[in-house]
Nanobody, 120 residues
């Protein structure tokens, strides 16, 4: 079964840190661009960060630049999102997404999400 599984979410105080993991099973992440998205209650899902296949190309939403770091370990088939200096507005369900195209066909997988709550 092809799936992505996020983990590492939880409750943290403002200014704290969390590291999210996105592990793939049933397929290898080597050829996929990976993105992290989040959805706060009552809001649309938004992109947070993404990383290219080799890990040398990364992008961040302005709201998280300087605080979040995305990385990947292809040997472990896992992508990470290190989140520092967390703010209450970072609260939401965080999803990882793996995408690629092969012979013109798109492949697109989503995880089930992990809850992050930033509150004192």
């Amino acid at each position: 079964q092809l799936q992505l599984v996020e983990s590492g979410g939880g409750l943290v105080q403002p200014g704290g840190s969390l590291r999210l993991s996105c592990a793939a099973s049933g397929f290898t992440l080597d050829y996929y661009t990976i993105g992290w998205f989040r959805q706060a209650p009552g809001k649309e899902r938004e992109g947070v960060s993404c990383i290219g296949r080799s890990g040398s190309s990364t992008n961040y939403a302005d709201s998280v630049k300087g605080r979040f770091t995305i990385s990947r370990d292809n040997a472990k088939n896992t992508v990470y999102l290190q989140m520092n200096s967390l703010k209450p507005e970072d609260t939401g369900v965080y999803y990882c997404n793996a995408v690629r195209r092969r012979f013109g066909r798109p492949y697109d997988y989503w995880g089930q999400g992990t809850q992050v709550t930033v509150s004192s």
